[in-house]
Structure formats: structure tokens, C-alpha cells
């Protein structure tokens, strides 16, 4: 696995990443904004392109790291690979009855799951580190940062409960 | 003010077609220009605002490329750029010269000829290697390089030619010399820059629009070509952050070259006087050269000529620099000649660039056929 950037004058950026099979993966992030991708498979001449917008890219890139895509809640995995590997998945979740009038305090969040709520988004209002006496109301989408496996507890454990 | 209005609509009108069809606009601009101006009874006339506006378009196009120059990025790729950067220049330039000579130009006309002749259009090979998602084509990067070293003998030439009848070593030296006070302006004032191009309001793009035109106009107290300056700018301004300067500066490239380009049309006559001879084969001599340079430079780079046909696609086009050089140094004649050629190029090159591919496979399954031919 080899990556390598390239500073092209006039275009932009290239990234081109070769897998141990052989295949050809390269980037583009062009001056215009666009993104393209391109695959190329080993043996193979013509490679196939596809073009991006940013968001585009950046949901491809949540695919891309395994983290869990649905239609209106979304997460996004961050792999620390200088930290042993280190996963961090940062997930949303839109309040379930299950939780509504409670506080993050009478649900034991931390103790029974282990994830953390960092952030909850109230009528377009973002409240960032909620204390542990803040209590959910309905139509309210938590953040809630931990590893995979903390992530699906929770759903598990608190949301579905 | 009526002119530049009616010059505006018409190119919002083209840029929408040509972006919609997604095929280069610059010729269209031109042939606007020409339609609208002598040989369309004078609709479009140059006054004193469109002048003003073409310059600027000059300008700006200029700070632009001195922007994108970044010497130590040259320096590191050398052999690639020099290589098929060498092969390009000599082919081009000899058979552009030679073509214009014979065809009766002046010594100094067919230089200007052959200079516009061996230009491609950066903006078109770019926005062609993107749009026809070619970028990971190895071909792309000889491409890419070529237009920075083409950038580079453009620069060069255009201070030989502007030193006119000065002494030529007096002369560079006093660019160098601008160069350095510039370099030094940038270096030394790097922080209070980014803090001015780092801010939300007015004053970064206030900034970078004075700062070129305040340079450009003390060209004329300094005796240095106002093209030399600004290109120097770009350069200089190049060491802080050329991504933010070349974001603010866009605007008034963006709007000022597409005037720039109409009423470069408006200058061209193609009903008086012009030899349709002449045009037409130096239109097709460029075609046909940038051939040879291309099949050269792919056999020499990449062991093929088959990358050299895509090398070829892609640098058919000449454009923006061409047409820079018709104004800043072309008889009517001259500009006559570059605008049919940059017209005619640019329009085959797109055609060219976008079915490239087809060409390469229908070139490489001809072959495979005449090989199982012969074997049986």
C-alpha cells in the first residue's frame, strides 16, 4: 500500500494510492472544488472516473471507513492509525419516546454504554457538552461520540429501551 | 457604455451555451467580437472604458500566471519539464516561423506568429484533462508540465521582446532588480499580508486589486514593461498565499479577460484584406505541428506514440497567451492571423481532447487487425 500526494500546478492535488492486489485508486482535489476519483484496475489501460462535490466525497469517505450510513442519521469514523489503531465513531441519533423528559444523568449514559452525548441539535440550536442534568425533548438528534461497539450499546441500551 | 453592455450580455449568453455543451467559450468570444464588430456593421466599437477593461484583462491574466510560477516547483521536476518542454519549443517555434516567413510576414511579424503559434492555451488544456477526466492518464502530467514550462518561455520572450532598443543585459537586469524588490516586499512583509488576505471584509480583494494595478502603473516611471511587472508581482506574491490572492484576484480575471477577448475580436478584420490563404494555412499548420511535437514527446517520455496522440489532444488548443501577444505586439494583420488561428485550434482541440480515447482504441484495434491479417 503506497500512497502518494502531488502538487500539480494549475489542477490541484493528487493523491494515488496502489493496493497489495494491484489496483490503482487516485484522487483529485481540483482547484475548481471538484473531486475526482479515479480506479483503475491492475492490467487494465482506461481507467474509470467519478466526479465528486465535496459533500459527495465527504459521505464516500464515511462509507469508506466502514461507519454506518442511514437514510437521516449518519456517523463518521475517525481511525488514529500513530494511536494503536485508535476507532472513534462520532454518531447521530434522533430521540427515541424512549428517552424524552429524561436526563443524560437519570439514563447512565457513561456507565451502562460507555459513549458520550457531546452534542445535541434543538430546533436548529446546537448545545455542545451537555451537563449531565440536561434532559431530551422530543425532535431533539444527539451526538454521541465512543467506539463502534459503545455506539451500538447504546442504541441497544438507551435509545431502544 | 452602450458597447460594453451589449459585449457583457453576449458573453453571459455564450458562457452559458459553451458551459452547458461543455466546449471552451474563448473562441466564441472572439468570433462575438468579430460578428458584433467591423464585420457586423459596427455594432461593437472600442472606446475608451472597453480599452481600459481590455487591459486589465491582460493584467490580470498575467498576475495570474506569475501566481502559478513557483520556481522551486520547477526546479524539482526538472527533467520532465525540460524534456518535453525542449521538444515542444523547437518544433513549434521553427515550423511557426518558418511557415509565417515563407508566407511573406516580416522577420519581426513571423516572430510574434511563431511565438502565438507555439503557445497552447493553459486554461483549455486544464479545464480539458478535467472535464474529460483524463487526470490519471500518465499523459496528463507531461501535459500539465509542459504548459508551466511553456509559461516560463513566454515570460522569457516577452521580456526579450519588450526590451525593444534598450540594451538587452541593462534591461534584465533592471527586471531582476524589480523582481527583488518585490521578492523582498513579500518576504518581509509576509505576516501583514496573510493578515490582510485572512480577513472576511472588503479589504483582501481591495487589496490585491490595487496592489496590481498600483504595480502596473509604476511600470511606466520605471521603464519596465507593465506585463513584466505584474508578472513579477504574481511571482513575488507567489511566496505568501497564492491560493488566497489567486481566490481574490479571480473576479476581476474572470470578467475583464472575457471583455478582453470580445473586443480583441472587434480589432480583427476578416473582410478587408486578409488572406484566406495565409490564415488557413498556418490554422492548419498548427494543428499539424502540435501532431509532431506530441507523437515526438510521447515516443521520447513514454515510449509511445499513442500517448503521443493524447499529448497532442490536449495542447491543440491555443488560447488566452496567443491572443495576449496579438494585442500587446501584432500588426492588424498579425492579429488577424492569431485570432483565425487561436479560433480554429481551440475548437478542433476540444473536438480532438473529448474523443481522444475513441481515437487511441480505433488506432490500436486497426493495428491488432492489420497484425492478425499478416499472420494468417
Known sequence: ?161 | MESLVLALFVCLVLALITKYLSIPAIPFYILAGVILGKAGGGMLTTNEISHFFSEMGLIFLLFFMGLGLKPERIASNRTAVLASGIIDLNINMIIGFAAAYLLGFSLMESVIIASAFYISSTAMALTSLIENRKLMLRESDTVIWLMVFEDLVLIIFLAIISAGNQNLVFFLIKILAVLGVLYALAHYGKEFLVSILDRDDELPILFTFAAVLITASFALYLGVPETMMVIALGVAFATTDPDAFEQHARPFKDVFLVVFFVFFGVTVDFSGGANWFVIGAISILAVVSKLISGLLTGMFIHGSALSGLEIWANTIARGEFSIALAVIYGSPVVGTTIAAMVIVTSIVGSFVAKYSGILRRGIVSHGRHRALRRGH
Open chain 1, 1 to 161: 500500500m503506497a500512497l502518494r500526494s502531488l502538487n500539480l500546478p494549475g489542477v490541484g492535488t493528487k493523491y494515488e494510492f496502489e493496493t497489495d492486489k494491484g489496483d490503482t485508486v487516485a484522487i483529485f482535489f481540483t482547484k475548481t472544488g471538484i473531486i475526482q476519483m479515479y480506479t483503475l484496475q491492475k492490467g487494465c489501460k482506461t481507467p474509470s472516473a467519478a466526479e465528486m462535490s465535496p459533500v459527495e466525497a465527504r459521505r464516500l469517505g464515511n462509507i469508506l471507513t466502514g461507519a454506518i450510513i442511514e437514510a437521516d442519521q449518519e456517523s463518521v469514523e475517525i481511525a488514529f492509525s500513530a494511536l494503536a489503531d485508535l476507532r472513534i465513531t462520532i454518531h447521530t441519533f434522533f430521540v427515541t419516546p424512549a428517552v424524552v423528559g429524561k436526563t443524560i444523568e437519570d439514563l447512565q449514559i457513561r456507565a451502562k454504554t460507555g459513549a458520550t452525548v457531546i452534542a445535541v441539535c434543538r430546533h436548529d440550536r446546537n448545545i455542545i457538552n451537555p451537563p449531565p442534568t440536561f434532559a431530551f425533548e422530543e425532535g431533539d438528534a444527539a451526538l454521541v461520540i465512543g467506539e463502534s461497539d459503545q455506539i451500538k450499546t447504546f442504541e441497544r441500551e438507551i435509545m431502544v429501551n
